[in-house]
Structure formats: C-alpha cells, structure tokens
C-alpha cells in the first residue's frame, strides 16, 4: 500500500509536475500544480467526492515530482510528460499532425506548393490550413488566376518545349522564356499580396495595368489582365466568410459524459481558411474546464515548428488557470497570446459557428457509437460472449492475376475503427495467386511474435471460406499465450452479394446464414468490407509505382545524380528512350560501359 502520509512530509510547497504510478511501474497520471503539497494533499484526503479521483487513488503505488521555477514551466513540462508517457487518467489529444502551408519557393522562378513540416525549403509560407484539401483547393484556385507553376523542380529543368499546363493557361511557362522574368515576377508578388488576404490591393494592382495596357495599345495584356480580375472577383464572391481581424482561432466545445468534441476555426489574413474538429479521449467523471485546458494545452505547446500560433484564440468557456496556459503559449510562441472569451462583436459570430460545428459533430458521434453499441451487443449475443467484445480484427488479401500481392489487417476496439492499428503486409516469397500462402504470410507476420498480451484480439475474422480458415488454425495451433482469439471465417455469398455471407465458426464447427436486417451482420460486414479497402488501397498504390517506374531506376550504377543528367541532357524520359549509345555517352558523368546499359534497359533486351 502506497504511504501517503510519509509521502507528503516530503512534498515542498513550490510549483511543479508530479507523475503518478501503479504496480506495473507505469504512469497513469501525470499533473502540475501551483503549489505541490497543496494539490496532491487534496488527492489522499478521508473524503473525496469525484469518482475520477478515487479510481486513480486506489491504483497508485508511488509518485514522483519534479521541482519547476514558475507556473509556466510546470504546464510545458506537464504538456510534454503526457505526450511521453499517454497516461490513462490524463485528457488525451490523440491527433499530433503537423499541418500543411502554401510554399512560395525562393528560386529564380518560385515554385507554388503544398508544404507540410520542417521549413528548411528557402521562400514565403502561407497558412497553416486545417487540412490538405484546403490547401489544394487554394492552390487550385491560385492557378486559374496566377500562371505560376506547380511543377517539380527535376521536371521544371528538363523541359525543352512548354506542357499541358501552358497550353491550358494554368502556366507561363518560365522554364522555357514564354514569359519574362519581370513579368513572372510581378506575377508572384501578386499572388504573394492574394495569399496575405491583400485581395483589393491586388484588384487595384490589376486594374491599373490593364488601364495602362489599353493606352498602349497593348490590348492582348490588357485582356489578360481583365480575365484575370474577372476570376479574382468571383473567388471573392465565394469567400463570403471575412471580418476584420488579422488572426486568431475561435475554439467551439462541446462535452457529454465521456464524449467531447473541441471544433477549432483558423482565421488567418482576416478570412477563414478552415476548421478542424478533435475527439480527445477523455477519463470518467472529469469536467469540461479540464477538458478544455488540457486540449488547448496539448494542442498549441506541441512544439511543432511549423504550427503557426495566432496572437488571440477566443474560448467558450473559462478554463481553472487562464492566465499560466496564456503565459505558458505565448513562451512558445515567443509572442503574445491572449485568451478571450467573446460575448459580442465579430468574434462571437465566430465563436458561436465553431460551437455549431462542435455540438452537431458530438451528436453525430453519439449517434454512430449508439449504433456501433448495439452492434457490439447483438454480436456477443449471436456467439454466446460471457464478456463484452473488445478488440477485433480481420484479414484480407488482394493482387492482380497474382502480381502484387497485398495483405490487410484492419481493427476495431470497443468504438469502432481504431486505424492506428491498421498494417499492411508486402507479401513475398509466394506463388503468384496462392491466397492461402498469402494469408499464411500475413498471420504469420501479425501474431508469430507477439508481445503486448494486451493487444491480442478478442475475436479474428478471416476474410474467406473453409481453406483460409484452416490456415488461421494452423497458425493458432502453437499459440503460447492464455488469451485465445475466437476465429471466423467469412465466406461470401452467391453472386458475392452483401446479406448473404456465412459465418463459420471454427471453435464449433457451426456455419451461420444471418438476417440481412441483424445488426451483428451489419458490424462483420463493416469490418470485412473495411480490411477489402485498406487491402485494395494498398495494392493499388504498389500496383501503380510499378506502371511509372522509370526504366533508368533498376540500372546497377545509375544513381539520381545520373538520372537527372540524362533527363535534362537529352529532353526528358521520351529522349533518353529514343537515345543511341553514342548519345548517351555525350552526357556528362556517363562513361561508354553505362551507356550500353542504359540503352539494353531502355530496349528492353
């Protein structure tokens, strides 16, 4: 039993993190404090009320803390101490993606692109956008009103004669002189002004250029630039959604039992670029001022250098330490952040649609986890389950007359999907098209070393009849661990229609035909139909990279340097096919003995 009373003879009365552990030696806990003694005394008092607490109390076994200068210091190490450890009783933020900008590249003729990470690429970056999509929509956007290109570099340097995408005006094609530097440009600056929300300084900018070029007679420029403030105009037609503040992100919250949904708004260059929701896990019987904390804690001290931190973010609800998160995000921000919380004006309108977003997701989340409970439930009900139904998973295989085999597992723990656990296995050493020596390879590769019992499905399903099933026998036959999964096989029906598959229990020996309308069905064929995606994705992807391999890849010796040399010396992929030996040789750092390799290769002998 832990010893709380000699514990907290040796707590001092300074701010600080404490970590709290149970028998297995793993943290389930971790917290800060102002004070120390104070806040972990009011853990071990005779009487506390919250059922969160008592739970944590009754597993701990010792707890260690870690003495900080200030406030501020104990939230930045507490932010990262749970991303370290996860622990069960914290509130967890569960997305850790980096988000993606637009890249206005630096070199002679900038390069426009997505870009998502470290920024070591040299130019302006724009954003951050809430997801990918956003950024594509914009860089779409961009291109019917900007010329500038999109290409890659290596494509941009081999170029000879301008692409498709001068012919379809979405280029100026700079890589071969269509377009003045000058010209080019001035064209960069303004979409540059464009992406900073300068949308009427760039109008004003158009519209006297074309002025200009009207008086000079120049009346081709002058239509190009009317077509252009035509498709300006209209982009701001669509961006109905603008106010008057520079930056700042409007939080929406909504909290039900274990369930929260926190809805974040981007608002950059005085327009919305987007919003994002998040689903943190969080522990029962645990406050929304908590929940919002720790999401607003985790979510801006993660420490990515490339997440952007507005100067303002307008919350719903007032959080238990307002002032120390403030101090502890404008450190890493390394400019001032102010929490506010709007009750009028501009701010509230956003405030109230990020709130609009978070309560119609929560209730869309409960809904699909009522339904996915009474799945659950009608499933251990049809296999006479003593226990609830934790975690699942299936197995599927998919290739192409043999060639690129792919295997699938998916899971789902007691909510539904959980993809984090998602693998997919490059089946190899096998006959083309043996489907059961690719389900063997890939079982084989999931469970033959196993070391987390805790991970060991409560029930496998095998996509397939008798034979796949008998595999999945072998394969369990030596298993080593007192946990068993439950094995079954999902055999599709005739005319592989959804309704009619056959479930085949392997620890009875029965087959079952279920009822289309039987929720349980519903619940396999979601797992089944979910392990077909991820296998067909993943054989697609393989079966596509080989279709655009480059012949010059699988050549001993011709490493990249080499290929962009015969790329950009003989035109292309198209003149390194059609190039003789003698040709080849002429490029610089490709001797006579390499050329007759490349020409064999691209030959095909």
């Known amino acids: 039993m832990f010893d709380a009373k000699a514990f907290l003879a040796t707590v001092p009365q300074q701010p600080g993190v404490y970590r709290m552990f149970n028998s297995a030696g793993n943290v389930i806990y971790v917290g800060k404090a102002k004070d120390l003694k104070k806040r972990l005394s009011s853990y071990f008092r005779a009487q506390v009320d919250s059922i969160k607490t008592k739970a944590l109390v009754s597993q701990i076994n010792s707890v260690e803390f870690i003495l900080t200068h200030s406030e501020t210091e104990a939230l930045i190490l507490e932010n990262?101490?749970?991303?370290?450890?996860?622990?069960?009783?914290?509130?967890?933020?569960?997305?850790?993606?980096?988000?993606?900008?637009?890249?206005?590249?630096?070199?002679?003729?900038?390069?426009?692109?997505s870009h998502r990470g470290p920024r070591k690429v040299v130019g302006q970056y724009f954003g951050p956008y809430p997801n990918a999509g956003a950024v594509w929509q914009s860089l779409?956007?961009?291109?019917?009103?900007?010329?500038?290109?999109?290409c890659e570099d290596g494509?941009?340097?081999?170029?000879?004669?301008?692409?498709l995408q001068y012919q379809l005006k979405l280029c100026s094609a700079p890589c071969v002189g269509k377009i003045s530097d000058?010209?080019?440009?001035?064209?960069?600056?303004?979409?540059?002004?464009?992406?900073?929300?300068?949308?009427?300084?760039?109008?004003?900018?158009?519209?006297?250029?074309?002025?200009?070029?009207?008086e000079n007679w120049q009346f081709e420029a002058a239509a190009v630039y009317r077509d252009q403030i035509s498709a300006l105009r209209r982009v701001q037609e669509q961006q109905h959604v603008s106010g008057d503040h520079e930056e700042l992100d409007a939080i929406g919250f909504s909290l039900q039992g274990q369930t929260a949904v926190v809805h974040v708004l981007f608002i950059r260059d005085r327009k919305i670029l987007g919003s994002k929701s998040f689903y943190p896990k969080v522990p029962v019987d645990t406050d929304a001022a908590e929940v919002l904390s720790a999401f607003v804690l985790q979510f801006y001290l993660s420490g990515h250098s490339d997440q952007h931190i507005p100067k303002e973010i307008v919350l719903p609800i007032s959080l238990n330490d307002d002032d120390a998160v403030a101090e502890a995000i404008s450190k890493i921000a390394e400019h001032k952040v102010r929490l506010t919380y709007a009750k009028r004006g501009e701010k509230a309108q956003y405030l109230s649609l990020a709130q609009k977003n978070a309560d119609i997701a929560l209730d869309s989340r409960q809904s699909l986890a009522q339904k996915m409970r009474l799945r659950y439930q009608s499933l251990q009900q049809l296999l006479a389950l003593q226990e609830p139904i934790g975690r699942m998973e299936c197995f599927d295989i998919s290739h192409t007359m043999g060639q690129a085999t792919i295997a699938s597992c998916v899971v789902f723990d007691g909510e539904g999907p959980f993809k984090q656990e998602y693998r997919r296995y490059n089946v190899t050493g096998i006959t083309g098209g043996d489907d059961y020596a690719a389900?063997?390879?890939?079982?084989?590769?999931?469970?033959?070393?196993v070391t987390d019992t805790q991970k060991i499905p409560d029930i496998v399903f095998i996509d397939g009849g008798l034979g796949q099933l008998n595999i999945a026998l072998e394969q369990f036959s030596q298993w080593p661990h007192a946990?068993?999964?439950?094995?079954?096989?999902?055999?599709?029906?005739?005319?592989?229609?959804?309704?009619?598959?056959?479930?085949?229990?392997?620890?009875s020996g029965r087959s079952l035909n279920l009822a289309?309308?039987?929720p349980a069905l519903h619940l396999i064929q979601q797992i089944r139909d979910e392990a077909h995606r991820f296998a067909i994705t993943g054989h697609r992807n393989k079966r596509g990279k080989a279709l655009i391999k480059s012949p010059l890849e699988n050549i001993e010796g011709i490493g990249?340097?080499?290929?962009q040399a015969l790329l950009q010396y003989l035109g292309g992929l198209q003149g390194v096919m059609k190039a003789s030996i003698i040709e080849l040789s002429s490029v610089p750092g490709i001797s006579k003995q390499q050329a007759e390799k490349i020409y064999q290769a691209c030959q095909n002998k």
Request: aromatic share 10%; charged share 30%; glycine share 4%.
């Open 439 to 449: 389900m063997r390879f890939a079982l084989d590769k999931r469970y033959s070393k």
């Open 182 to 214: 000058d010209d080019y440009a001035e064209q960069v600056r303004l979409a540059a002004l464009f992406l900073s929300g300068k949308n009427q300084q760039v109008l004003d900018d158009l519209v006297k250029k074309m002025a200009n070029a009207s």
């Open 140 to 150: 779409k956007t961009l291109q019917k009103i900007f010329p500038i290109r999109q």
């Open 80 to 113: 990262n101490l749970i991303k370290q450890y996860l622990p069960k009783y914290n509130v967890l933020l569960r997305d850790d993606k980096s988000y993606p900008y637009i890249l206005l590249s630096g070199h002679k003729h900038p390069r426009i692109s």
């Open 155 to 163: 494509f941009y340097r081999a170029r000879t004669r301008p692409c």
């Open 560 to 563: 990249e340097k080499r290929r």
């Open 516 to 518: 289309e309308d039987t």
């Open 483 to 507: 946990k068993k999964p439950l094995l079954i096989g999902v055999a599709k029906g005739e005319g592989r229609k959804a309704g009619l598959e056959t479930l085949i229990l392997w620890d």
